[in-house]
């Protein structure tokens, strides 16, 4: 299967001289599209840093980030914003909802920011908001009036919007118990398999990284495991244990 | 807090700057009384401009406790190198040394070592060291004044060191012989007052009383002292109008301090409730908030007051010029010192303003429960910082304020009114902002898609700083606005009035400003000198003169009798019913016209009897009619020059009004008054409308400081605006992140922040219409003519108030660089983490 995003020996540094920290070396990774791909690891081990690369907000040091065939390190920073904008769905642990902002105009935000009409935007954001669990009595309510299900579910439907090709989560759970986390991880996976949405989740937890397809796990900014899920496991990873 | 620091910087240094100039301004006035009157404790005159006989002053020397009385002739000339530079003229018995030393010159040596070749040289001038090693003049030099009757040439014979009279400021100082000094400036034997020292034995009242009942009626007998409160109160209009502008300032930096406080308290709220956990009282939590922001004041006062000492070098030319136009004022060179009372006043007012912007936004931060705190992390306090019920009694308070001045019609129930409407007006926002909310929602997208709808969501997040600003920018440009409507009323009520008094084809003048804007009066042998250049049909001689009538100032306007009898220069443009043939009344001397503004603040009407008390003694006349006229905010009487100069023994001429004959050309007559009279007298020839142009220049000199002003608002709003935004997108650094994450361009993010700015200021300068102009109207129909007294006509300067919505929106966009620059240049990633 060809690479529909493809890290190609990537070292990210801060700072310079003797100041300098490596936070990823040498990191190179293949993920075919449609594919669930969580990322593990614990704190510091840069697995942010990785998904902050591939979503293009930030440039690698050394090397390369691929995507469907485009070389995003190399665009100017408008393009990277449009590609973004147009292609990457981001989810993140603290949901990010803009806070003036009602949930239906939260989630219609990217496609306004496209240019998209205003009836054809407020259609689709309602199709999105169904998708994901959220009816018509939460569209007019400000995120502050949300659980935070109930908010991450938007801040889904927010990233989902566009139809993107690469869905980024980083630690989209951590602000959740366990019982909501598992509803947002079974919707991440719904998407992923009725989209062919190429997923990437970015957690510290083992139990949310047996999700994907796959899993990698980061340590000190390198990867030192990366595990296919067996065909008996049903497409779901076999948790990795810490050693 | 920088930002605080800086608005109250301003602030203070606005009413420094101004109490500075203010007190440098009534200070230099002073001096020049002082030192003109010497050690005299008595002055008999005849009022401002009108002679009295020199002879009358051995029958004021034999009043019993009188030591000395010396006759003066105290006139102005002029320079005739181009810069009208004024010299003030003293004459006195140069022979009679008592007399001189009633002035405290100290005489060089070998001045007047033969008094009699001076004495018979009417040319003969002393004059100070200061202002001739300024001039590069030394005794027996030349040098050729402008004097009433004309351009005259005089030698000097002496110098006098700085001290006694010879200290008046820059030296601009003409002593004369009493004789020559009246056939140059008055006529033989006529003299401007009479200095009186009184015994050292002697109570000056006892001596007072006894000249007023000995001296003829009309002639005034007063104290220098008493000079200075009639000086205090010219001037008090003028700077009480100067000094609410310096209010106004403090006012806009009350609302920036306020509205910054607010943030920078919510902002810590979190500090503050585990404070109060720990057991601290909220009344201790408050009090160390007001302590902090007083300490914060005292940052801005420090800055402010030297800030204002610089301001006020700048302003001082301005405000002298106002102040002098505006009380019709010789002024000279005016030395601005720093004044501690000034800086008090100024650091007091700062303090007292932050204190006061401090307390409410502290006291609701310090109260704020743990658990709102918590809740409202992100989130501006829902709270109103006015509640609604009090909202409700501002609102009425204001206009019952409003009502009250429309009623009283005085200075200060226009200015409690003016400060209550600015305050109603800062109040009122909160609330017309949550009423506006609905349609701003709607708009923002429908103009400008996701980035309107963001930057409307942005400033409506936060409701209570929003109002704030734009009420900030609303004060400020509306005080602008209102002073121009004002400043416009005037000129425009004085180009449509002056046609209407001063008639005729051309008009001959001085071109010195002897006083304010009143040119320097001439002989009235100027009229024949004109009546007889060809071309000529008629000539009207006009006098004015400042008077005083039912305690207090007013003018005159003294006509050529034919300027009411005949209609050679057209018939007068009357207001309301006259008497029967009442240009005939007038030229004969038998009535009088009275000005529109005299009605209103004297209160005779049409058919009135009117008595001045004129040097000569009372004068009854009746009022004819009325008519519009600006030469006093009080009132101006028109009479007939024939009966002034009877009576005031004033043979002066400030214009002569010409006509020309049928058929031969304006400027060919104009041409020749000039070539004939322009060496001999030195005039001015204009045609009417230039003189009534130059009129109008005066008006916008007086005005001229407004653009100052308006500089510093504009300043005060870039503070303010920028202070919101900048607070605005410090506080969404997160959001901006998030938006940068979306996808959204650098560039679009500062169209966010730009958004952010042109709705304040679009909301602003319609804020500052509605006040500016509002207050506008209020002032020229109420307060104006309440405060100054005179009466106009309202002009919108519809141009200038584009110009100042232009500029604030122009000011806002600007003021939003740099917080656009900072949403531009931000790293999404650094964003995202922030808290």
Request: charged share 20%; net charge neutral; hydrophobic share 50%.
């Amino acid at each position: 299967m060809s690479a529909f995003l493809s890290i190609d020996n990537v070292t990210k540094c801060y700072g310079h001289g003797a100041s300098a920290t490596t936070v990823l070396t040498n990191v190179a990774l293949s993920v075919p599209e449609g594919e669930f791909l969580s990322v593990m690891g614990p704190s510091g081990s840069g697995k942010s840093t990785l998904l902050n690369l591939i979503a293009g907000l930030d440039t690698p040091t050394i090397g390369r980030v691929v995507v469907a065939g485009h070389d995003i390190t190399a665009l100017p920073d408008d393009e990277r914003s449009d590609w973004r904008l147009q292609q990457v769905g981001l989810i993140f642990q603290g949901f990010n909802l803009l806070p003036t902002f009602t949930i239906e105009e939260n989630v219609m935000c990217p496609l306004e920011f496209l240019g998209r009409p205003s009836r054809e935007s407020r259609e689709r954001t309602r199709v999105i908001l169904e998708q994901v669990d959220l009816g018509r009595a939460v569209y007019h309510r400000r995120p502050a009036e949300l659980s935070g299900g109930e908010q991450q579910r938007a801040a889904i439907a927010r990233a989902l919007v566009v139809g993107p090709s690469l869905l980024l989560a980083d630690e989209p759970t951590g602000n959740l118990d366990s019982r909501t986390g598992e509803v947002v991880l079974d919707l991440l996976r719904r998407l992923n398999q009725e989209q062919r949405v190429t997923v990437v989740l970015v957690t510290h937890s083992a139990l949310a990284a047996t999700y994907g397809d796959r899993t990698v796990e980061l340590r000190d900014g390198r990867i030192v495991r990366d595990v296919r899920a067996p065909a008996e496991t049903g497409g779901r990873v076999i948790p990795l244990r810490e050693s | 807090m920088a930002l605080t620091v800086l608005a109250v910087a301003c602030g203070v240094a606005l009413v420094c700057a101004i109490d500075l100039v203010n007190r440098a301004v009534y200070a230099s006035f002073v001096e020049i009384l002082d030192i003109m009157s010497g050690k005299a404790a008595l002055q008999v005159t005849p009022g401002e401009g009108a002679l009295l006989p020199e002879a009358l002053a051995a029958e004021v020397k034999e009043t019993p406790g009188v030591e000395l009385a010396v006759p003066v002739v105290s006139s102005w000339a002029f320079l005739t190198d181009g810069s009208g530079e004024q010299l003030t003229v003293h004459g006195v018995d140069i022979t009679n040394d008592d007399a001189i030393r009633v002035y405290e010159p100290a005489r060089q040596s070998g001045l007047l070592e033969d008094v009699l070749a001076f004495l018979n040289q009417p040319d003969s001038i002393i004059l100070t060291e200061a202002f001739a090693a300024r001039h590069h003049l030394a005794v027996e030099d030349p040098l050729e004044l402008d004097t009433p009757t004309g351009r005259r040439r005089f030698v000097v014979r002496g110098l006098l060191a700085p001290t006694g009279i010879a200290r008046l400021q820059g030296g601009g100082l003409v002593v004369m012989d009493i004789g020559a000094a009246e056939l140059a400036f008055t006529r033989p034997g006529l003299a401007n007052r009479i200095d009186v020292v009184v015994r050292r034995d002697a109570d000056v009242g006892v001596v007072r009383d006894a000249l007023i009942a000995k001296l003829p009626a009309g002639l005034r007998v007063e104290a220098p002292a008493q000079r200075r409160v009639d000086l205090q109160k010219v001037l008090r209009s003028v700077q009480t109008l100067l000094q609410a502008v310096g209010i106004f300032g403090l006012f806009a930096a009350f609302l920036i301090t306020f509205s910054r406080l607010n943030v920078v308290f919510e902002a810590r709220v979190g500090q503050l409730a585990v404070l109060r956990s720990l057991g601290v009282r909220s009344r201790r939590v408050w009090w160390e908030l007001v302590k902090e922001s007083a300490l914060v004041g005292a940052f801005g006062i420090a800055l402010g007051i030297p800030a204002g000492i610089g301001l006020a070098h700048l302003l001082l030319p301005l405000i002298a010029t106002t102040t002098a136009i505006g009380a019709k004022l010789a002024i000279g060179e005016v030395a601005l010192s720093a004044r501690p009372e000034s800086m008090l006043l100024a650091g007091g007012l700062g303090l007292g303003t932050v204190i006061l912007a401090a307390l409410v936004p502290a006291r609701q931060a310090a109260r704020m429960a743990v658990i709102d705190t918590l809740r409202n992390r992100d989130v501006e306090s829902e709270r109103p910082l006015v509640p609604p019920r009090a909202t409700g009694v501002i609102l009425l308070v204001a206009i019952c304020g409003v009502v009250w001045h429309l009623i009283a019609v005085t200075a200060l129930s226009g200015l409690v009114a003016s400060a209550l409407v600015t305050i109603t007006m800062a109040v009122l926002m909160r609330p017309a902002l949550d009423v506006a909310s609905p349609l701003l929602r709607g708009l923002g997208p429908g103009i400008a898609g996701a980035t309107g709808r963001y930057a409307i969501g942005t400033l409506l997040r936060s409701p209570r700083r929003t109002a704030l600003t734009i009420a900030t920018i609303g004060i400020g440009f509306g005080v602008v606005l209102w002073l121009w409507t004002l400043a416009g009323s005037f000129e425009r009520s004085v180009r449509e009035v002056m046609p209407g008094v001063l008639r005729g084809d051309l008009v001959v003048g001085s071109p010195n400003v002897a006083a304010g804007y009143i040119e320097a009066p001439l002989d009235d042998g100027l009229l024949e000198a004109v009546g007889g250049i060809p071309g000529v049909r008629s000539v009207v001689g006009e006098m004015t003169a400042d008077w005083q009538y039912g305690g207090g100032p007013i003018a005159l306007n003294a006509f050529d009798p034919s300027y009411f009898s005949e209609d050679t220069f057209g018939g007068w443009r009357f207001i309301g019913r006259t008497l029967p043939d009442a240009g005939a009344l007038v030229a004969r001397g038998h009535g009088v016209l009275v000005s529109e503004n005299f009605v209103h603040n004297v209160g005779l009407e049409v058919g009135d009897l009117l008595t001045l008390d004129s040097p000569s003694g009372p004068l009854s006349v009746r009022v004819a009619g009325v008519t519009a006229d600006f030469l006093s905010p009080r009132g101006t009487v028109l009479l007939s020059r024939d009966l002034y100069r009877e009576r005031w023994r004033d043979p002066h001429v400030t214009h002569a009004l010409v006509r020309v004959d049928h058929g031969v050309e304006v400027p060919t007559v104009r041409e020749r008054i000039a070539r004939t009279l322009g060496v001999r007298y030195g005039v001015r020839v204009q045609r009417l409308d230039e003189l009534v142009a130059w009129f109008a220049e005066q008006v916008r000199r007086a005005f001229t400081g407004l653009d100052v002003l308006a500089m510093l608002v504009l300043l005060v709003v870039l503070v303010g605006v920028g202070d919101t935004l900048a607070a605005g997108t410090l506080e969404r650094t997160r959001e901006l992140g998030v938006l940068r994450a979306l996808g959204l361009r650098r560039r679009r993010m500062g169209r966010i922040v730009l958004g952010e700015a042109l709705v304040l200021g679009v909301l602003g300068v319609a804020a500052a219409v509605v006040f500016g102009l509002g207050l506008g109207v209020l002032w020229v129909t109420t307060t104006f003519p309440a405060l100054l007294g005179w009466t106009l006509t309202l002009h919108v300067p519809l141009a200038r108030a584009a110009g100042v919505a232009l500029a604030g929106i122009v000011v806002c966009v600007f003021a939003a660089y740099l917080p656009a620059s900072r949403a531009v240049r931000l790293d999404p990633v650094v964003a995202l983490r922030t808290e």
